[in-house]
């Protein structure tokens, strides 16, 4: 099996399943990739288009083909010596609905389940209505009017012979203890209606109602009718109403209006999604049921890594990356020859903050790389830009700085989606402090607004608090949240904040005796650090993201939004710690999770050399746009700040080649826009919301889109604005060949997302899951175009994709070089020196340099390509850290520059292609 040098990956579904990806293989060894990389592939919720709603982790998810598709998979790669990564789901599953066997037993069992303890339950609820209950707010409405309306009808399932309420999609099962009172309405069922009463005293009775089930199913099958008993639970009567209420609440659960999750919700969510329960993993027995098939396709060699996805929503991080880590371990020795590997990575999909950086301790091989999407962003941002951008935006939006957004929408959350989970939280730290008599007198509103203000100012997405207290690498982020609250809060709470210091990592748990007290202490420190994480997705990507557009290529999921821009010394400073720390960590520029494509935001970079420019652009759109805006009650529609968004989201996707002309083009490019528009209005939750849609607003907008895309009338504006995106196109090409070039030369393994070896303009997801041409991509990387040719096209993407492949192969013929060669900052001498960014990578008799120019679309001028002429990078030349030799440099496309000295002039170097790698050849 070939090294793992470059990954591709690939989103599977119904309509592209593991059998689908079989005949691509061929084609991803050509371009140089040496492992897919594929999206969860167990069995997921029927139709599901990411794989994340697992509803059973024993089987290969049958939408895509099931084991016998994965089998064949696995060996089409083996074929061609590449491996298979697997990103895999640990923090949760989904349910509701009827699907998920292990939540549905535990519906119907409740504690008794063998499951019980698999979801991150709080059974012990101090809400008395919640006393031993689990809440399922899945109603459409609220309880009594579903009641009433017959919205939760009581039904049997004559296959399974299993009594269940009825709601839509879901399927709420009645405790077979319960079925007595239910059978006991058919005189001849009585016998079957005491033993299911019995079954309240068996000491098997999940094995026991196994036996009565397939009784009943088989005599209701033979004729016996249920439909006496189900009439006396009919809730259009007030008699069924009243049996029918009784039976529901001695039932597990809680049945509830979707809107009571938010306050009440008793158990952990990924986020605040409903359908996705939280799963204790950090048990033994939860953790080895939930990756029994994943150990087993390790050991059979089918599987050769895992991406562990959502790492921060478990409960002990670190614990469970070196437990999976030690169990992975164990099995590398069982695998098949073919399929041996002297190592197995792991990754992490990890959220870092400013100047964080992944723990070492966990034996991972790093993240998934969204930093190193910052990273590139970063340097391809002019900093002059940041002045004019920021009073553009201050100026059209009237909305306030990012850090007070991501303030207001931490506030917004935790005290709305996420208030039942903060109320958890404040309740556990009570209980803290009730263990002591010293602080038992603090009231539980204090320690609410101590611990609110504390979560609105973390920098980063959690801490990782363990036995041993905080540790070291985390205690920056925790000062620095401590402190900001002390400044928001009176004084009267500061005494709190010392508090929380002390029982959140400060106070070890290990100091305290076994027993209720550290117990207590424990459970407050997960829960808190399992808050920060979801609190800080929801108020900063998908809320402060969408109500802050100083520039859009800035906000991105692990992006510093609040950074502008960083100097070449930043980037070359986390290359070379990267090196260090996690050789293997994976790069990646996009993502399924991405809000624009990665050309998108190579193209919008652009804008931060260009800043006064787009502000009187904008002004002259916004003239042009006036008969488009609708006047509401609440407002301008679209706002002004939502129009601005508008305009960058436009310049920055703008196809290539779009035919102003070609109303079915446009047609189709404004059906992008919309669906972006709507999901980007309801994230910031400002004039409309997932929650509450404001139609008004919605449909204002939407028919601004349309107007200003397909209305004859608005040409002008159309015109105007498709003629900015071209100016902003060839500058923003020669960003995204610098990005992809960045992104396979830097330490670390390359992971390119799927079709993107073309340009990528998409938007956030449902957009940038499209289905791939993959036959035109084919096509193009067989036909061996010439450089000059591929640039004089550029616009169709094959230039990307040449260079990809040219780059990937290289990679390939020297592996030690990139992987884990040294890599040495290149000092550039010269006019425009500031405008190149470049390095060194040494191995032990091999060499290569990378060079991209970065701000540089004032040097194109008006070049039709985006390949810079030579003669204006006049007198800039790199600096080489070797001694003089007189050996060539080979370059990408067989370009040569020779170097007898120890200098490279970058009119030679970049003379045919627009970014460039060169090898030394002795």
């Not at 003629?723 to 960045?742: M, V």
Request: aromatic share 8%.
């Amino acid at each position: 099996m070939k090294a793992l040098t470059a990954t591709v990956r690939l989103q599977l579904h119904s309509d592209f399943t593991l059998d689908d990806a079989v005949p691509l293989v061929p084609y991803f060894s050509r371009l140089g990739i040496s492992h897919v990389y594929a999206s969860p592939i167990l069995k997921a919720r029927a139709g599901s288009r990411h794989g994340y709603d697992v509803v059973d982790p024993t089987q290969i998810n049958p939408e895509l083909g099931g084991e016998a598709a994965l089998l064949r998979l696995v060996a089409a790669l083996r074929k061609h010596g590449m491996g298979f990564i697997l990103d895999t789901v640990s923090n949760h599953m989904a349910v509701g609905g009827a699907d998920n066997p292990w939540w549905q037993s535990l519906l119907a069992w409740g504690r008794r389940s063998p499951y019980a303890e698999f979801f991150d339950i709080q059974w012990h609820s101090a809400d008395p209505l919640l006393a031993g209950q689990l809440l399922l707010p899945f109603l459409g409405s609220d309880y009594g009017q579903a009641l009433q309306n017959g919205e939760l009808p009581l039904t049997f399932d004559a296959t399974t012979g299993m009594l269940e309420v009825a709601h839509y999609d879901h399927r709420f099962p009645i405790c077979p203890a319960d079925y007595g009172q239910i059978l006991s309405h058919i005189p001849q069922l009585q016998d079957l209606a005491q033993h299911f009463s019995a079954l309240r005293g068996s000491a098997q009775p999940l094995i026991d109602a196994q036996a009565l089930h397939a009784e009943l199913a088989r005599r209701v099958n033979a004729g016996t009718s249920l439909e006496q008993a189900l009439a006396a639970f009919d809730s259009s009567s007030e008699q069924g109403f009243h049996r029918l209420h009784d039976l529901l609440e001695r039932q597990s659960y809680r049945l509830a209006s979707w809107r009571t999750a938010a306050d009440d919700i008793n158990w952990r969510r990924f986020f605040d999604i409903n359908e996705l329960g939280g799963l204790r993993v950090e048990r033994s027995v939860v953790f080895e049921a939930t990756h029994a098939k994943l150990f087993e396709l390790i050991e059979r060699g089918l599987v050769d890594g895992l991406r562990i996805d959502h790492i921060d929503g478990l409960a002990d991080p670190r614990g469970y990356c070196r437990k999976l880590r030690r169990r992975v371990d164990g099995l590398l020795a069982a695998r098949p020859v073919e399929a041996a590997v002297e190592h197995f990575p792991i990754y992490v999909e990890k959220i870092l903050g400013v100047d964080e950086h992944l723990h070492q301790d966990w034996l991972t091989d790093g993240t998934t790389g969204y930093e190193f999407m910052n990273q590139v962003s970063l340097v391809q941002h002019d900093p002059a830009g940041e002045a004019p951008l920021t009073e553009l935006w201050r100026e059209v939006s009237e909305r306030p700085e990012f850090e007070e957004e991501v303030r207001q929408a931490r506030r917004l959350v935790l005290n709305a989606s996420l208030a039942g989970d903060c109320e958890s939280v404040a309740q556990a730290l009570l209980q803290v402090a009730r263990d002591d008599l010293m602080t038992r007198d603090l009231t539980l509103g204090a320690i609410r607004r101590a611990l609110q203000a504390l979560v609105e100012h973390y920098s980063v997405y959690r801490t990782y608090i363990n036995a041993l207290g905080r540790p070291a690498e985390d205690e920056a982020f925790f000062q620095q949240a401590l402190l900001a609250a002390r400044q928001t809060l009176s004084e009267a709470d500061w005494p709190l904040l010392a508090q929380l210091e002390q029982w959140l990592g400060g106070q070890r748990w290990r100091s305290l005796p076994p027993g209720r007290a550290r117990k207590q202490l424990r459970h407050a420190c997960v829960r808190f650090q399992q808050l920060t994480a979801p609190s800080a997705a929801k108020a900063v990507e998908d809320t402060a993201f969408y109500r802050s557009a100083r520039l859009l290529s800035r906000n991105d999921v692990g992006f510093e939004a609040e950074r502008f821009s960083a100097p070449p010394e930043a980037f070359h400073e986390e290359a070379q710690r990267r090196l260090r720390d996690f050789p293997d960590n994976l790069l990646a520029t996009a993502t399924h999770d991405h809000k624009r494509g990665e050309d998108c935001r190579a193209r919008l970079a652009v804008l931060s050399e260009r800043g006064p420019w787009l502000a009187g652009r904008v002004e002259h759109w916004r003239e042009l746009a006036e008969p488009l805006r609708e006047a509401l009650n609440d407002g301008p529609a679209p706002s002004p700040g939502d129009e601005l968004m508008l305009y960058q989201t436009l310049l920055g996707s703008w196809p290539l080649q779009l035919d102003l002309n070609d109303q079915s083009a446009l047609a189709q490019y404004a059906e992008r826009i919309r669906q972006w528009q709507q999901k980007a209005l309801r994230e910031a939750k400002l004039r409309s919301a997932w929650s509450a849609p404001n139609e008004a607003y919605e449909a204002a907008s939407a028919a601004f889109v349309d107007g200003l895309l397909l209305e004859r009338d608005h040409q002008q504006l159309r015109n105007s604005l498709a003629e900015a995106a071209q100016a902003l196109a060839c500058p923003g090409a020669l960003n995204g060949l610098a990005q992809a070039l960045l992104r396979m030369t830097s330490p670390g393994v390359p992971d390119l997302y799927q079709g993107n070896e073309y340009w990528d303009f998409s938007l956030v997801d449902p957009d940038n899951r499209r289905p791939v041409d993959y036959a035109l991509r084919r096509a193009t990387l067989d036909a061996s175009t010439p450089l000059a040719e591929l640039l004089g096209q550029w616009r169709d993407g094959r230039i990307k994709q040449a260079l990809i492949a040219e780059v990937l192969d290289l990679r390939m013929a020297h592996p030690q070089l990139f992987r884990r060669g040294d890599y040495l900052p290149l000092e550039v001498q010269g006019e425009h020196a500031d405008k190149v960014l470049a390095f060194a990578r040494v191995a032990e008799g091999e060499r290569a340099i990378v060079v991209v120019p970065r701000l540089a679309s004032s040097l194109l001028g008006t070049a039709s390509t985006p390949l810079i002429p030579a003669q204006n990078w006049g007198n800039t030349q790199l600096i080489l850290p070797f001694a003089e030799s007189t050996a060539h440099w080979t370059g990408l496309f067989a370009s040569r520059a020779v170097s007898p000295t120890r200098a490279l002039n970058l009119r030679e170097v970049l003379a045919e292609c627009p970014v460039n790698l060169l090898i030394q050849q002795s």
